[in-house]
Structure formats: structure tokens, C-alpha cells
């Protein structure tokens, strides 16, 4: 199975990646997070990426596209968080899922208005495992212990990336290049689309049940 993620920063894909993964038992790939492993471990990769990360910039389509499916080939049942983020890698993900004869299952899109995603984004905080990788929210939902993750008890850190100047650079490559994937995974008939308004206290059962029950219909 191979479940896509779509949604603008900060709007819920690695904590809604998360839940989906649980339920189906499903390897969790995001891009962010293993660019920001190879950042902190200073290797060729990850100085390439930092270079554009830390403009809100994205990493070329050639570099990202060639590792992703450096690990797609290892992997089976498998979440993409963060990818594809371009047409081209959209394009480039089908013909190498074409190539293995596998299909996409289900693109989830999580519809957040963009004023919502400077609030959520500016209020994010991390955990510093890799393996874990969980995400919180200091104002809208906070881990149990202050500064602590809830799943694996490492300290949590705030990403770098997610300051003001840099989120509003985010923001306008997601409507630039990420945007256009809603319409191309449509006219696929891949979409499931759901709206979120983080305001409310429900968010993330809501969210994931909602998406659990489309990916269901769909298997
Ligand atoms: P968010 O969705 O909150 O922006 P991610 O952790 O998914 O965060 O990504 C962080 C950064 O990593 C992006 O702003 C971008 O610079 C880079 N990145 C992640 N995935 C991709 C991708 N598929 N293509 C290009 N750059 C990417
Ligand atoms: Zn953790």
C-alpha cells in the first residue's frame, strides 16, 4: 500500500502520518525529516539540503527524487510525507511505482487555511529522536510534560526553519509548486481532501478516523 500526504506546512501530515501509519502498519518516509537527519550529521546530502532548507527553499527535484527511491526500494507498505512536492516528482513517483508494478492507494490532502498554518507553525516543536519524530504544538496541542516527547521521552526542539520570514517563503512554494498536485492526483481520482480547522478540539482523532475511513474504502 502506498499512501500519499499532501497539505502545507505545519498543516498536520507528519502527526496524521503518524496515526495513519500505526493503523495500517505502514513505514512512515518523510523527506523533512531525513533531510534534517543527514543536516545534523553534516554528510554531503544534508549540506546540499541546508542550503535551501534554511530559505524555505526546495531541494532540487533530482536530489530528492534519487533518494526517495533510494529507500522505496527497500520498502513495501509505505507513507510518503513530504513527497511529492513538485509535478516533476510527481511524475517521476509514477513511473518508478509503474516500473515495480505497484499503485498509489489513496493522496490525503489536509485542507488548512494558510492563516491558521503561520499560527500552528510558529507554535511547533519537534522531538529530537529521528526514530520518533513526533510533532506538537505549544498552543493547540502541547505533550504532556513541557519540553519532553510524549511517544519516546526525548526532549522536544523547535526547528529551525520555522520562524516567521522563513514560513511565509514556505508558504508561497506550496502555493507555487505543491498547490498543483491537488489538481494532478484529482484527475487521477487519488484525492481525499479533508478540512481542517484547528480551532476546534477534535482535530486529530477527527482527522485521522476521517482518513483511516476514505483509505479504507479505497483498499
Ligand atoms: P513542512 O511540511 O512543515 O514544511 P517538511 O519537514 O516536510 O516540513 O520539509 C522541510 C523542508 O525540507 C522543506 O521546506 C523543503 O525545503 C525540504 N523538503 C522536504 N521534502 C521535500 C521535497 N519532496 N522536495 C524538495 N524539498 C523538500
Ligand atoms: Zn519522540
Same mark, same amino acid.
Given at each position: 500500500?502506498?499512501?500519499?500526504?499532501?497539505? /502545507?506546512?505545519?498543516? %498536520?501530515? =507528519?502527526?496524521? =502520518?503518524?496515526?495513519?501509519?500505526?493503523?495500517?502498519?505502514?513505514?512512515?518516509?518523510?523527506? %523533512?525529516?531525513?533531510?534534517?537527519?543527514?543536516?545534523?550529521?553534516?554528510?554531503?546530502?544534508?549540506?546540499?539540503?541546508?542550503?535551501?532548507?534554511?530559505?524555505?527553499?526546495?531541494?532540487?527535484?533530482?536530489?530528492?527524487?534519487?533518494?526517495?527511491?533510494?529507500?522505496?526500494?527497500?520498502?513495501?507498505?509505505?507513507?510518503?510525507? =513530504?513527497?511529492?512536492?513538485?509535478?516533476?516528482?510527481?511524475? /517521476?513517483?509514477?513511473?518508478?511505482? +509503474? @516500473?515495480?508494478?505497484?499503485?498509489?492507494?489513496?493522496?490525503?490532502?489536509?485542507?488548512?487555511?494558510?492563516?491558521?498554518?503561520?499560527?500552528?507553525?510558529?507554535? &511547533?516543536?519537534? !522531538? @529530537?529522536?529521528?526514530?520518533?519524530?513526533?510533532?506538537?504544538?505549544?498552543?493547540?496541542?502541547?505533550?504532556?510534560?513541557? =519540553?519532553? !516527547?510524549?511517544? !519516546?521521552?526525548?526532549?522536544?526542539?523547535?526547528?529551525?526553519?520555522?520562524?516567521?520570514?522563513?514560513?511565509?517563503?514556505?508558504?508561497?512554494?506550496?502555493?507555487?509548486?505543491?498547490?498543483?498536485?491537488?489538481?494532478?492526483?484529482?484527475?487521477?481520482?487519488?484525492?481525499?481532501?479533508?478540512?481542517?480547522?484547528?480551532?476546534? +478540539?477534535?482535530?486529530?482523532?477527527?482527522?485521522?478516523?476521517? /482518513?483511516?475511513? &476514505?483509505?479504507?474504502?479505497?483498499?
Amino acid at each position: 500500500m502506498y499512501i500519499i500526504m499532501l497539505g /502545507a506546512p505545519g498543516s %498536520g501530515k =507528519g502527526t496524521i =502520518g503518524n496515526e495513519i501509519c500505526d493503523k495500517f502498519n505502514l513505514v512512515h518516509l518523510a523527506t %523533512g525529516d531525513i533531510f534534517r537527519d543527514e543536516m545534523k550529521r553534516q554528510t554531503e546530502l544534508g549540506k546540499k539540503a541546508e542550503e535551501y532548507i534554511s530559505k524555505g527553499n526546495l531541494v532540487p527535484d533530482e536530489v530528492t527524487i534519487a533518494m526517495v527511491e533510494g529507500k522505496l526500494d527497500k520498502l513495501e507498505n509505505v507513507l510518503l510525507d =513530504g513527497f511529492p512536492r513538485t509535478i516533476p516528482q510527481a511524475e /517521476a513517483l509514477d513511473k518508478y511505482l +509503474e @516500473s515495480k508494478g505497484k499503485k498509489i492507494t489513496a493522496v490525503i490532502n489536509l485542507d488548512v487555511p494558510d492563516k491558521d498554518i503561520i499560527t500552528r507553525t510558529s507554535s &511547533r516543536v519537534i !522531538c @529530537s529522536n529521528k526514530e520518533c519524530g513526533a510533532s506538537y504544538n505549544t498552543v493547540f496541542m502541547p505533550p504532556k510534560v513541557e =519540553g519532553i !516527547c510524549d511517544r !519516546c521521552g526525548s526532549p522536544l526542539t523547535k526547528r529551525k526553519d520555522d520562524n516567521p520570514e522563513t514560513i511565509k517563503e514556505r508558504l508561497d512554494v506550496y502555493h507555487q509548486n505543491t498547490e498543483p498536485l491537488i489538481e494532478y492526483y484529482t484527475n487521477k481520482g487519488l484525492l481525499e481532501s479533508i478540512k481542517i480547522n484547528i480551532y476546534s +478540539e477534535t482535530t486529530k482523532e477527527d482527522t485521522t478516523n476521517e /482518513a483511516v475511513k &476514505r483509505i479504507n474504502n479505497r483498499k
